[in-house]
Each structure stands twice: as C-alpha cells, then as structure tokens.
C-alpha cells in the first residue's frame, strides 16, 4: 500500500505508514520508526528523511508520527509519547507479523534523535531495536556545536550547562549510523567508544556521496533568518562518509558528515539512498528471538 494515516487504537492516534505496494504476505521487512525534531512535526520529517521513496526497493515499512505536546513546542514527552510509540511498535508488529521483522531502527532527527536514545534505555525498546540512525540528534560519545547552531532559536548563546549532554551509551547491541550537516558541528570526532565497543577498526573514509537533487524540505519557519549551522535553503550537495569495519557481529557503525549543510535542510536522494543501503545491511533479529522466547 502506499503511505496511510494509521491509527493508534489505544490512543486515537494518528501516523504515516509506508510500505511496499507489492509486499507479499510474509515477506521480511525492515521497520523504521521515524520521529521528527523539537517544533516539528511527521509530515515534516516524512519529507526530511523520505524513506517512502525506497521502500520498494529495499523493502522498508516506515511508521512516522507526531509528538503529542505542542506547548511552548511540539516535543516528544515521556509521559505524553512513549506508551504510544510501544503500540506503534505493536501495530506494526502484529500486522507484518513478528517473525518477517528482518531488522527494527529508530530514526530520529535532532530531539527526535535524543529521544531515541531515552528510549533505548527503556527494555520495551532495547530487547527490539536493531539499530539507530541518528540524523543530528545526538553521536554516541559525544560532538560539540558552534555556538552559532543556537542564534536563530534561542537568540543566545547558552553556557555548556544548558547544552545537550551526550546520548548515554545503550546497554543493548545495536548497530549506529550517526548522519550530521558540516556547519552544525565544530569537527567530527576521530574515534567512536560504540566502534570500540565491537572491536571495529580505525575509521575509513569510503567515497564521497554526490547529490545533483535537493532534498524536498527545509525550515521556512525562519526562512530570512536562519543561519548556515541551523539550515538555509535545501539544495544540492555532497556528503563524506566514515565507515569503522570490522565490528563484532557485522554490527555498521558509520558517520556521514554532509558538507555545506547545517541542520535544517532536509536529505537528498543519494545520501537517502547511502543510509538506508547501510541499515538495511546491518545484522538484525531481535523480534525474531523475542519470538522465540515466547
């Protein structure tokens, strides 16, 4: 089927749904939960991060929905979100069948990303996730921001104190791809503690991802008055990729640093098409153990 707005019975709850339109029953699958960033909301990151666009060929089902909490800005909240991100998982699992769950990712974009990593402390969620794509939402072991990634929402430079921590490391295995613009990041780290924790090798630098296409969303909100490090208008670019090999399992753990990007402009095609072929490649198999178990 093509993209649906699928309900959340519990709730009411409404979220786009992607998946093949030729998906035969039983057919192994790829689950991606796809949350936006603080102030936005699933229609804009179905378009920031377009899975849909290659669902079929890499047989993909893509649950994208809305945080509840709109005040003083749309956020995902424990409280408010997180029992109906379990039954989203449910929903999905239930209807593709556990067992044809190949592989289960949390995407998340910006506080989208630091939700992911909450909910990967949370069992519901570690005894699922296969993997985290983080698309400048937080890199496991840490990276700082220039202080002009804060101008154009807060108007001020906040102290250390009040910046982002680190995502905690997840007591779980998982694979990791963290993906992040050149100009909301002051370097990219040499090392990752997560590719040590698999014994993978020094990090590699695979070939340069080109893109002629823009990607299909940027923020008109502060169109005018945004910056490079936040995001100015989509357009055309190229990404280098970071790859550490050789980690136990087959687990991926990448880093994509998009360059002349910040934080805003949503993804292109090729770059697109570099994550999912990397997530898609990673070891997977926690819903079929769960399965297993019971």
């Known amino acids: 089927m093509s993209s649906i707005a699928a309900v959340d019975e519990a709730t009411g709850r409404k979220f786009y749904l992607d998946d093949p339109d030729d998906l035969r029953p039983g057919e192994p699958v790829t689950f991606l939960l796809n949350l936006h960033g603080g102030g936005s909301v699933g229609q804009w990151q179905h378009a920031y991060f377009p899975a849909h666009d290659f669902k079929e060929q890499h047989r993909l089902v893509i649950a994208t929905p809305s945080a509840a909490t709109k005040e003083p800005s749309r956020r995902w909240v424990a409280e408010a979100d997180d029992e109906h991100l379990k039954h ?18 949390l995407v998340g974009h910006s506080q989208g990303g630091q939700t992911s990593a909450r909910l990967l402390q949370d069992a ?22 220039p202080d002009a990634f804060f101008l154009p929402v ?22 990791f791809i963290f993906a992040i613009g050149e100009h909301e990041i002051v370097t990219l780290p040499e090392t990752s503690p997560w590719a040590e924790k698999y014994g993978a090798g020094p990090k590699q630098r695979l070939a340069d991802v080109v893109d002629t296409e823009a990607g299909q969303i940027y923020d008109r909100m502060r169109e005018g008055k945004s910056n490079a490090s936040w995001g100015l208008e989509a357009r055309p ?9 050789n980690a136990r399992g087959g687990r991926v753990i990448a880093d994509v640093l998009r360059l002349d990007k910040g934080h805003t402009e949503g993804l292109e095609p090729n770059v697109m098409r570099t994550l999912i072929e990397m997530l898609v490649s990673a070891p997977g198999g926690k819903a079929k153990a769960l399965l297993a178990k019971a």
Request: proline share 13%.
């Open 154 to 175: 807060r108007g001020t430079v906040p102290p250390p104190s009040e910046r982002p921590a680190p995502p905690p490391l997840p007591d779980t295995d998982l694979s």
């Open 88 to 105: 989203i998982v449910h929903y999905v699992f239930e209807k593709y069948g556990v067992g044809n769950i190949r592989s289960f990712w």
């Open 237 to 245: 670019g190229t990404a280098q990729v970071y790859v550490y090999p």
């Open 124 to 145: 519901f969620f570690r005894d699922r996730v296969d993997g985290w794509l983080s698309l400048s939402g937080g890199r496991l072991g840490g990276h700082e921001r």
